[in-house]
């Protein structure tokens, strides 16, 4: 399954709820602090249910909604590329379509409810038959869902299996089902069997962090070893395999268990009759923590995490590389997400630009989403409109998806600007040739204070002119040979820059 949104609400800046549209590769933009690696932490809380990266404690309620009497952290995911069926009901198989639990727009929507104090809840919302007659029917048992069979007089191909009663049902009622969104909690022991089916299709979730502890069990490099390893145990033959292990194992413990008994019945049969093995099951084994120390050393066995941030980093770049080819070549691989903050941390920019290839390759594969943060206007300026989340606002957060015809002017040198206020001669070029190239000039520098200018003409003599702002600073750019200028500043062309982008915006609007 890939993801198609995620929604926020109540977590660390996000009060209200905040839609955020995520694509096969997504990079979040914008200030420090403004809640991008937070849209990644809150897809880490969803998926990995406390046992990833972050761990909930009750500072990541948003402070002005505990204050307004809201104590609970919602962490919504929307799903596309859907199962074509799944069981639910003993080995019955039937589709989400048929159990309405899909959303409006046909999709699955997950919701998890973390409250201030107690147990997560965890419900499908859906466009759902609401009729009393019909409706809760995934909550009831299945001699509930007979006596309704019966008493209507509904007519069933098969009153054992509980999806063929409900579908039967559901098309009795097929003018009356009065759909509506709801919300199914699936934690409920009646529909505990639907999370327990739809948790087998979830994709993995791995987030990389920036700042990583640098300790030898939480180490950085060891997080690509693990997450092969899940990605590994998830495959099907391997999965047949350690099924057959564990049955072969549950069989030889029973026969153990079972030669037990029969002594102990010889000296107390009253205590044999009361006791009984109980193993586990191949769904319950964690395979995982049998290799859970696989880990990369350097030279003299000397662990990677304590080499440097820089040669960490390059070892995971590495991963990601070749994981990207590994993952094109090969079939049936399980659905993953890879979340990595700020990939160009301690890195060289030729190293930046491999990285980045690398995600943009894996991200055209059928089973791999990427989400990046970043800082790094180089980076920015690698990738495409499409791939662009610019986050604004302090107390209400703005996901503003990037789009040619959403700036006032068509350039990534544009979401820099806006994410992370940078001014540089390249943008200003931009902007005034665009001016320039729409006949707008002479509008532009009507009224506008000038100063004085010493043009250097091709003969070597001088000559004074008098030049608005922007101007002067387009002749200071493109003949950098003229020294007879006082440099502008950066405050003059961060001014210049702010001047032409209203302009703009002003004639695009009028």
Not at 27 to 53: P, R
Not at 287 to 300: C, L, M, P, Q, T
Not at 361 to 385: C, N, R, W, Y
Request: charged fraction near 30%.
């Amino acid at each position: 399954m890939k993801i198609s949104q995620v929604k926020i609400t109540n977590f660390r800046g996000y009060k209200d709820e905040k839609a955020i549209d995520l694509n096969d590769l997504t990079v979040f933009v914008g200030k420090n602090d403004v809640g991008k690696s937070t849209v990644l932490e809150a897809l880490d809380v969803f998926f990995n249910e406390g046992k990833g990266v972050i761990k909930l404690d009750k500072e990541d309620i948003n402070k002005q909604g505990l204050s307004e009497g809201d104590s609970a952290i919602c962490i919504a995911v929307v799903f596309e590329e859907l199962p074509t069926s799944l069981v639910i009901d003993s080995t019955n198989a039937t589709t989400l379509q048929d159990e309405y639990l899909l959303n409006r727009q046909g999709k699955l929507e997950i919701l998890k409810t973390y409250p201030h104090t107690g147990k997560e809840k965890v419900s499908v919302k859906a466009h759902h038959p609401s009729n009393p007659d019909c409706a809760d029917l995934l909550l009831k048992k299945q001699k509930d869902l007979q006596a309704i069979i019966r008493k209507e007089s509904i007519p069933c191909d098969d009153e054992k299996k509980n999806s063929v009663m409900r579908k039967a049902i559901w098309a009795h009622y097929s003018d009356e089902l009065q759909l509506s969104d709801v919300e199914i909690d699936v934690t409920k022991e009646d529909a505990k069997n639907i999370w327990d089916q739809l948790k087998n299709y979830m994709p993995l979730y791995t987030l990389f962090q920036s700042d990583r502890k640098n300790s030898d069990g939480d180490s950085e490099i060891q997080d690509p070893m693990k997450l092969a390893v899940q990605e590994i145990l998830k495959g099907s033959s391997i999965q047949a395999s350690l099924n057959q292990i564990a049955m072969e194992v549950d069989s030889k413990l029973k026969e153990v268990a079972g030669r037990t008994l029969e002594k102990l019945k010889e000296m107390n049969p009253e205590i044999a009759n009361s006791l009984n093995p109980v193993i586990p099951s191949a769904e319950t084994l964690k395979w995982a923590d049998v290799f859970k120390n696989v880990s990369i050393s350097g030279d003299e066995d000397i662990p990677i995490n304590k080499r440097g941030s820089g040669v960490k980093r390059l070892v995971l770049l590495n991963f990601f590389r070749a994981e990207a080819e590994r993952r094109k070549t090969e079939k049936n691989v399980p659905d993953i997400i890879y979340a990595i903050e700020e990939p160009e941390t301690s890195q060289h920019p030729d190293h930046q630009k491999k990285l980045i290839d690398a995600f943009i390759e894996m991200s055209k594969g059928q089973h791999t989403q990427i989400i990046l943060t970043t800082h790094s206007p180089a980076i920015v300026k690698m990738l495409d409109f499409e791939h662009l989340k610019l986050i604004k606002g302090e107390q209400s957060k703005e996901v503003i998806t990037v789009e040619r015809h959403n700036l006032p002017y068509p350039s990534l040198n544009e979401v820099n600007f806006l994410a992370f206020n940078e001014s540089d001669d390249g943008y200003h070029n931009e902007l005034y040739g665009y001016i320039e190239s729409e006949g707008w000039l002479s509008d532009f520098k009507d009224g506008k204070a000038t100063r004085s200018y010493t043009r250097l003409k091709s003969n070597g003599q001088t000559q004074q002119e008098q030049k608005i702002l922007s101007e002067y600073i387009r002749h200071q750019i493109h003949h950098p040979e003229n020294t007879h200028n006082q440099r502008f500043t950066t405050e003059e062309l961060r001014q210049s820059i702010s001047e032409m982008r209203t302009f703009i915006v002003g004639k695009q609007n009028a």
